[in-house]
């Protein structure tokens, strides 16, 4: 008896030592969560007038772009959620608990507001779905644990913070892929509580980016956030949607170190190839290796991009138009060996493509000396014979019948090869007219594909 009476004159001692106090307000705390959650009902929403909406106070913090999947049309992001708003049944005098004016309680135990992602395609957070009868009963199903508790403080006002995981559906428009701006929407809202129920507001207009983490692949321009009412065909009320717009510009300088710069590479060798003499036959084999990693490029580029038919994406254009040039360098130097080293052509230069390509385009690309030493052609030799001393010798040697008829078969032998020799030397005229002019459609070819080269860079790069 002795020993509890002096326990209890100790007792008000025990309470001023240092930490006392807080195993008095733990135990204070445990007594008041028991007392709030005994005849707690979490399937009502947590207002005394069935009239009245809940008043949920909406904001997000981005904290990663996790990944943009251009093929599958999807958006990953790593956001940290806030929600906050008043539970009218969670309220208490913290005079009256042992001046406890905050609680911890397990998310589970509470109602909670059933904010979704509507566009969702996969998500790692879920909350629990209520489903309402009537306008005004509640059943729950579908609980899943959630992952952080809830803070409530003594005038009922309750902060629910977790961070989540959210896998969207984004329309990606590449159109000017790699210099491409992307917007993906997310859109978040109440599933089953129309604005009558759960009115959401916005806290800041934008998202915060205080622990924002950048990507290597996106620049994050803007995160705006906009609150909309809408009507949905499956109900007649009002719900409220709050979007959240997720304004992205690629980092080009991978493409371009990766895809483009090689390209450009290429194509300034196809326009150094024509330098290679064409009657060496690996010119062609030298268009064709550059067309083949051309095509590996192009291979490599489409598999990263969603197959779709509505818009081509300008690197491809690019690669497409490279490809195209390299082609045409291919056609243009069949052309220029068969103008050149298909044997002797059946009849002459043309009057109008001599006058275009010995003539002004020669003179243009500094090439009429040449033009002139090959198609200008000595005069041609008469016969060996004279046809008159043959006479004139005839007639001072009428007795030697058998040599003037000798001599009469050589004059006509010398006739004949001397109309063969004219005839060879206007065929190597025509020969050398056709090797010039393909000379110069092959240095105009050059000067073509270097000018559509700059023109594809210049407008499909920029």
Not at 225 to 240: G, I, L, Q, S
Not at 378 to 392: F, L, R
Not at 395 to 424: M, P
């Amino acid at each position: 008896m002795e020993t509890s009476l002096g326990f209890l004159l100790l007792m008000p001692l025990f309470t001023c030592i240092p930490g006392s106090r807080s195993h008095v307000n733990q135990y204070d705390a445990i007594a008041l969560k028991a007392s709030l959650l005994s005849n707690y009902d979490k399937s009502l929403w947590p207002v005394k007038s069935s009239s009245t909406p809940v008043n949920v106070d909406f904001d997000i913090s981005l904290k990663q772009i996790i990944e943009l999947a251009e093929r599958e049309q999807t958006f990953q992001i790593n956001i940290w959620q806030r929600l906050y708003w008043n539970d009218e049944y969670l309220t208490w005098n913290a005079s009256e608990h042992g001046s406890v004016d905050s609680l911890t309680i397990h998310s589970s135990d509470i109602w909670r507001p059933d904010i979704f992602l509507y566009n969702n395609t996969l998500s790692i957070h879920c909350t629990c779905m209520v489903l309402i009868y009537h306008d005004s009963i509640a059943k729950t199903y579908g609980t899943i644990e959630p992952i952080t508790d809830i803070t409530v403080t003594s005038a009922g006002r309750v902060s629910y913070l977790h961070p989540a995981i959210y896998t969207s559906a984004c329309q990606v428009d590449i159109t000017r892929f790699p210099f491409d701006k992307q917007e993906c929407i997310l859109e978040f809202g109440s599933w089953i509580y129309s604005s009558s129920k759960v009115n959401i507001s916005l806290v800041n207009p934008s998202a915060g980016l205080s622990i924002y983490t950048q990507n290597v692949e996106w620049i994050l321009n803007k995160a705006p956030m906009e609150r909309k009412v809408a009507f949905y065909p499956c109900c007649t009320e009002p719900f409220v949607t709050i979007f959240l717009t997720m304004q992205l510009e690629r980092r080009p300088f991978f493409y371009m170190f990766n895809m483009v710069a090689p390209c450009i590479i290429l194509m300034i060798l196809n326009v150094f190839g024509f330098c290679i003499p064409p009657d060496t036959g690996k010119r062609l084999a030298f268009f064709m290796t550059i067309l083949l990693a051309l095509v590996v490029f192009q291979k490599v580029l489409s598999d990263s991009l969603p197959k779709t038919s509505i818009t081509t994406p300008q690197l491809g254009q690019f690669f497409a138009a490279t490809i195209a040039l390299v082609g045409f360098s291919c056609l243009a130097s069949i052309t220029v060996i068969r103008m050149s080293y298909s044997g002797p052509p059946s009849y002459p230069l043309p009057r109008w493509l001599r006058l275009l390509l010995l003539r002004y385009l020669a003179r243009l690309f500094c090439m009429n000396t040449i033009g002139k030493e090959k198609h200008v052609l000595p005069p041609a030799k008469e016969g060996v014979y004279n046809v008159s001393d043959h006479e004139t010798n005839r007639k001072k040697d009428t007795l030697n019948v058998a040599l003037d008829l000798s001599l009469r078969e050589i004059v006509c032998h010398s006739r004949e090869y001397s109309a063969h020799a004219r005839e060879r030397k206007e065929k190597k005229k025509d020969q050398d007219e056709w090797k010039m002019a393909a000379l110069v459609l092959d240095r105009a070819l050059m000067f073509v594909v270097g000018g559509a080269t700059i023109t594809v860079c210049v407008v499909l790069l920029r």
